[in-house]
């Protein structure tokens, strides 16, 4: 998962290859909620990991559900069976409606009638979120529900340690209009107090969403409990309903989270397809329709039980009217894809957005027309006009902190698609805080890079270059980490060859013998760990005499052309920083930024007897020194890539600066506060 403040999108053309769906978000903490209030233990398959479904783990922890993960990843959940473990618990919930909903029922219900006291909150957007009208329902029931901040949002407390009779006999009426999940609350919770005869939960109003609520439904069957309804207005629990663990359980892949794939074919797939794992056409999610709507716009879909696979058909994409209701999360998807249409799109229906993460139509509105899109909204409305070739505008994408706007608009990165080929220039798509996208598909970025291309030579790099210990490793390890780019360590390529032709009893002065080892060494990087021939090489890698034999392998020639490719095959989405002693002047001589470290001998020679102090060796300043100044001249007289910096290098001499101090001045001319054009 990319943790970095933000991640820059370069221009991209294409699009193919699988990609496996997290589980459901709606279904994942339904299941465990289900799971959490059953008699018996449940083992759940597929569950999906996110912010949402771990805040929700914490609650049935600290509610004393019992929950043990096995070797093949199935988490089993022994269930209260509907009697309170605990009479009191503060519960932090992050930004999960799916939790924050469903507990305040159910917990509302099991301390009203066991007698208890909990507290639910979550972050300050989650006390934006209104809950007004399930609070209504609640106290209707007859629970004590007290507010502890603005009435009818979190944070809330759910009972007050006393007994209380519910009043089950009369319907419990709810709005449908505001948020499906209101329901979808009550009828988890209500199941828990029908042993005194059926109870009845009365929609007022028009209810939205309504295939989450056909999912509530579903899972609610699968744990025992056959809910009766006519039409979607009137939902009866009947008299004895008891939750009974269905023994195990799978947790479908989240359909709307499969839109930015069918999307992604639908706009990119020309050649091959785009294929979806983990749900399919028979999915119970009702965003899996937004197959349909991305078929209404030209996308090409076939499917089966597990998987999609989608590839572009009409193009432009075409622009249509659709009512959203029943695919409100996916829908924001289209939104993105009218850019490409050949007509606007106007998205209806879809009051219920201003009430999730963030107002969606007012951010989706605002990020658009950041790209140069011309938006029109309105109260329960969004209308998008196509984005010609020419007038996409390079972009800081906000995200809200709403992991759907951060992957909806990671589409718009595909924008060289639109017009002739070389009509316009690639435009930079910078994404904001990309680990907003945890809350629902943690790897999202990841997958999403594993399916498509760039346009050639859009992936950025950034050279970091310098003699020996001049600090270029910990900059460029800085830069990486900070970017959310790769690394390249050129330096370690050269001393794993020396160790590999070592290991292979090859002469370091025979440059030819030398490169027929280094073009067919088995060399992995992991992470900082670094692997030769399945051994992990990583402690003798960065040995000072190792420094010494790379810098004589990297005289010839012949092993800097056979390592030439490799270093060039890191050259990977979303960008590179490579550090070495040629990386702007003849491995990356494109590389939109080059940066050449300088510091004296001396300094350089300091630094090193301090790190080498630091790991118990001794070793003389002078004699330090003097390695440097041999080193330097060797790489600086080589006959092939001689160390000086790349003409439109920057210099920069680090003698008296900290690592923050260098990485800071490097971002500065990496990205001055906006994406770059390209």
Not at 71 to 93: C, I, N, Y
Not at 471 to 486: E, I, N
Not at 532 to 557: F, W
Request: charged share 20%.
């Amino acid at each position: 998962m990319f943790s970095t403040a933000f991640l820059d999108l370069p221009p991209l053309r294409r699009a193919a290859g699988t990609v496996r769906l997290p589980g459901s978000k709606s279904i994942s903490n339904r299941v465990l909620l289900l799971a959490g209030l059953a008699q018996g233990t449940t083992a759940v398959h597929d569950l999906l990991d996110s912010d949402d479904t771990r805040v929700m783990l914490a609650a049935l922890e600290a509610l004393g559900c019992g929950l043990r993960r096995d070797e093949a990843g199935v988490l089993h959940v022994t269930g209260l069976g509907g009697q309170l473990a605990t009479r009191e618990a503060q519960l932090f919930l992050g930004n999960a409606g799916t939790a924050m909903r469903p507990l305040t029922a159910a917990l509302a219900v099991l301390a009203s009638t066991q007698g208890g006291a909990f507290e639910l909150s979550g972050v300050a957007r989650m006390h934006e979120r209104p809950i007004g009208d399930l609070v209504t329902a609640l106290r209707q029931l007859g629970c004590p529900v007290a507010d502890l901040g603005q009435p009818g949002y979190p944070p809330l407390r759910v009972g007050d340690g006393g007994l209380h009779a519910l009043h089950t006999a009369e319907p419990i009426r709810v709005r449908g209009d505001v948020s499906s999940q209101f329901l979808t609350a009550l009828l988890l919770a209500l199941p828990l107090v029908t042993a005194q005869g059926p109870v009845t939960i009365e929609v007022v109003g028009e209810l939205i969403s309504k295939p989450y609520i056909h999912i509530t439904l579903e899972l609610l069957a699968r744990f025992g409990i056959a809910v009766q309804r006519e039409g979607w207005q009137r939902f009866t629990l009947p008299q004895g309903s008891s939750y009974r663990t269905p023994g195990a359980i799978h947790v479908e892949g989240d359909a709307s989270s499969a839109s930015y794939f069918v999307a992604l074919g639908a706009i990119a797939g020309v050649e091959q397809p785009v294929r979806i794992e983990g749900v399919g056409l028979d999915a119970i999610q009702g965003d899996i329709r937004f197959v349909e709507a991305a078929q209404a716009m030209g996308a090409q879909v076939v499917g089966g039980p597990g998987w999609l696979e989608v590839r572009r058909g009409t193009w432009p994409l075409k622009g249509l009217t659709l009512d959203c209701n029943h695919i409100p999360d996916a829908a924001m998807t289209l939104a993105v894809m009218a850019l490409y249409a050949d007509a606007p799109t106007r998205l209806t229906n879809i009051a219920s957005w201003r009430v999730k993460e963030t107002d969606r139509i007012a951010a989706m509105a605002t990020e658009l027309r950041k790209l140069g899109a011309t938006v029109e909204e309105g109260t329960d409305f969004i209308e998008i006009q196509p984005l010609p070739a020419g007038q996409w505008q390079a972009a800081s994408i906000h995200t809200y902190d709403d992991h759907r706007m951060a992957m909806c608009l990671s589409l718009a990165a595909f924008h060289p698609l639109v017009g002739e080929p070389g009509e316009q220039p690639g435009r930079m798509v910078r994404i904001e805080d990309p680990k907003c996208v945890a809350k629902t598909f943690p790897d999202y970025f990841e997958a999403l890079f594993d399916c498509v291309e760039a346009l050639p030579g859009a992936v950025p790099v950034l050279a970091v270059d310098g003699p020996t210990a001049s600090g270029k490793g910990t900059l460029a390890s800085q830069l990486a980490q900070r970017l959310g780019y790769h690394l390249l360590d050129s330096g370690a390529l050269y001393r794993a060859t020396a160790l590999a032709a070592q290991e292979a009893g090859v002469p370091l002065d025979d440059g030819e013998a030398v490169a027929a080892v280094a073009a067919t060494m088995a060399l992995r990087f992991d992470g900082d760990t670094v692997w030769l021939a399945g051994q992990d090489i990583t402690d003798p890698l960065r040995l000072e005499s190792t420094g010494g034999l790379a810098s004589k392998v990297s005289a010839h020639p012949p092993v800097r052309q056979a390592l030439h490719a490799l270093q060039l095959s890191f050259r990977r989405l979303p960008g590179l920083v490579a550090d070495g002693r040629d990386m702007g002047t003849v491995v990356f001589p494109d590389a939109a930024l080059k940066v050449f470290l300088t510091a004296s001998a001396e300094e350089r020679a300091q630094r090193r007897h301090k790190q080498l102090l630091s790991r118990g060796v001794e070793a003389s300043i002078d004699s330090l020194c003097a390695d440097l100044r041999a080193r330097d001249d060797r790489d600086q007289n080589r006959s092939v890539a001689p160390l000086k910096p790349a003409k439109d290098a920057h210099l920069l001499d680090n003698s008296e600066l900290s690592i923050e101090d260098s990485v800071a001045q490097v971002l500065s001319w990496w990205q001055p506060g906006t994406p770059r054009q390209r």
